[in-house]
């Protein structure tokens, strides 16, 4: 009976399960590229919400379905880097497949490398994890005091915003939506727009309108990225409410609802990269300022503009990863749940 193992954190609240495929007994992933190791475990003919099953995929099922996993768990395989320029690639992944970016995985990796002494880090001082993605190369900086990790700052591929106030009917109402790329593509909508406040009780309608606004954003020509399908149509749909403003900038609350109606605990890295270009597109985000950006369980990062490139922002955004566990995973082959189930 084969062994998978797993190394758990959590950033802001939501899971990162982190698998090492360059270890041994674990299937290999061709390609020359994380972008093409991407395509591979999604396979021929399949999305990144619908991949074609295959023996890296019930590995996947395996990690993320109950009775191991949940609706809401996340994790990622760690594969080579395109180029000696990295430190090593992922593959992310969650409930439904795969997906191009990950913020709150990036800072939870950042942390895994230096806490495993993958990446040699300063007892006190910042270390920078570069790490290969499908959407490009991002980086997390690791901040240590006292030998600990007390923080990490994920550096995003640039923002762009590609379509703002597109209309979109839900069953609460029309609304607007603001559409940016950010390593995935991402729509904004006020939840005060859908007579709603970013809640745990309200989380049912949330979701509901969530998965409402993405399958009528499917086919806009504002989700579509020059690079092609892998990073194209909406990932996420950021629901966000307004909060007085901070003396450092912006102050909002969010729940992202991505894939299929999965709730992201944190505030979302790469839909902060999302809400970031759009605020500074507004004129809302000027240098220097920060957003301070909440959770629907209370959780922060904060996201700033650190440069402008010809591809859009460059963004940075703050926050805390944490171990939760160590395990080692098997399918017993008598087991007519194998892999798992959803509820």
Same mark, same amino acid.
């Given at each position: 009976?084969?062994?998978?193992?797993?190394?758990?954190?959590?950033?802001?609240?939501?899971?990162?399960?982190?698998?090492?495929?360059?270890?041994?007994? #674990?299937?290999?992933?061709?390609?020359? $590229?994380?972008?093409?190791?991407?395509?591979?475990?999604?396979?021929?003919?399949?999305?990144?919400?619908?991949?074609?099953? @295959?023996?890296?995929?019930?590995?996947?099922?395996?990690?993320?379905?109950?009775?191991? /996993?949940?609706?809401?768990?996340?994790?990622?395989?760690?594969?080579?880097?395109?180029?000696? @320029? =990295?430190?090593?690639?992922?593959?992310?992944?969650?409930?439904? /497949?795969?997906?191009?970016?990950?913020?709150?995985?990036?800072?939870?990796?950042? !942390?895994?490398?230096?806490?495993?002494?993958?990446?040699?880090?300063?007892?006190?001082?910042?270390?920078?994890?570069? *790490?290969?993605?499908?959407?490009?190369?991002?980086?997390?900086?690791?901040?240590?005091?006292?030998?600990?990790?007390?923080?990490?700052?994920?550096?995003?591929?640039?923002?762009? !915003?590609? !379509?703002?106030?597109?209309?979109?009917? +839900?069953?609460?109402?029309?609304?607007?939506?603001? *559409? !940016?790329?950010?390593?995935?593509?991402?729509?904004? %909508?006020?939840?005060?727009?859908?007579?709603?406040?970013?809640?745990?009780?309200?989380?049912?309608?949330?979701?509901?309108?969530?998965?409402? *606004?993405?399958?009528?954003?499917? $086919?806009?020509?504002? $989700?579509?990225?020059?690079?092609?399908?892998?990073?194209? /149509?909406?990932?996420?749909? $950021?629901?966000?409410?307004? #909060?007085?403003?901070?003396?450092?900038?912006?102050?909002?609350?969010?729940?992202?609802?991505?894939?299929?109606?999965? *709730?992201?605990?944190?505030?979302?890295?790469?839909? +902060?990269?999302?809400?970031? =270009?759009?605020?500074?597109?507004?004129?809302?985000? /000027?240098?220097?300022?920060?957003?301070?950006?909440?959770?629907? %369980?209370?959780?922060?990062? +904060?996201?700033?503009?650190?440069?402008?490139?010809?591809?859009?922002?460059?963004?940075?955004?703050?926050?805390?990863?944490?171990?939760?566990?160590?395990?080692?995973?098997?399918?017993?082959?008598?087991?007519?749940?194998?892999?798992?189930? &959803? &509820?």
């Amino acid at each position: 009976m084969n062994f998978v193992r797993t190394v758990d954190y959590h950033t802001a609240g939501e899971p990162f399960r982190i698998v090492d495929l360059t270890a041994p007994g #674990l299937p290999p992933v061709p390609g020359d $590229t994380v972008a093409e190791r991407c395509a591979t475990a999604i396979g021929p003919g399949g999305s990144g919400t619908a991949p074609r099953r @295959g023996v890296l995929d019930d590995v996947r099922r395996l990690l993320v379905q109950e009775p191991r /996993g949940h609706a809401g768990m996340y994790g990622g395989f760690v594969v080579p880097p395109d180029d000696d @320029g =990295a430190h090593f690639g992922v593959l992310f992944w969650h409930k439904d /497949g795969y997906s191009t970016a990950c913020g709150h995985g990036t800072m939870a990796l950042g !942390a895994w490398a230096v806490d495993t002494g993958r990446v040699a880090a300063p007892d006190d001082g910042d270390v920078q994890v570069r *790490i290969d993605v499908p959407s490009g190369r991002v980086g997390a900086t690791v901040h240590r005091t006292g030998g600990r990790t007390t923080g990490v700052t994920f550096r995003n591929v640039p923002a762009r !915003a590609s !379509a703002r106030k597109v209309p979109v009917a +839900t069953t609460l109402g029309m609304v607007e939506a603001d *559409i !940016a790329h950010a390593g995935a593509c991402y729509a904004s %909508v006020a939840a005060r727009d859908l007579g709603l406040e970013v809640t745990r009780d309200a989380l049912p309608s949330l979701v509901r309108a969530g998965r409402e *606004i993405r399958a009528a954003l499917a $086919t806009h020509p504002g $989700t579509w990225h020059p690079d092609g399908p892998l990073l194209s /149509g909406v990932y996420g749909v $950021t629901l966000y409410e307004e #909060l007085p403003d901070t003396p450092f900038g912006p102050h909002q609350r969010n729940v992202t609802v991505f894939a299929d109606g999965q *709730i992201d605990r944190s505030p979302c890295g790469s839909g +902060t990269s999302a809400r970031l =270009a759009l605020l500074a597109e507004d004129g809302r985000l /000027g240098p220097g300022e920060d957003l301070l950006h909440e959770s629907v %369980v209370g959780t922060v990062f +904060t996201g700033r503009v650190a440069s402008t490139s010809a591809a859009g922002l460059v963004t940075e955004v703050t926050g805390a990863a944490y171990r939760t566990g160590e395990h080692a995973f098997c399918a017993d082959p008598h087991d007519a749940l194998a892999t798992g189930f &959803l &509820l």
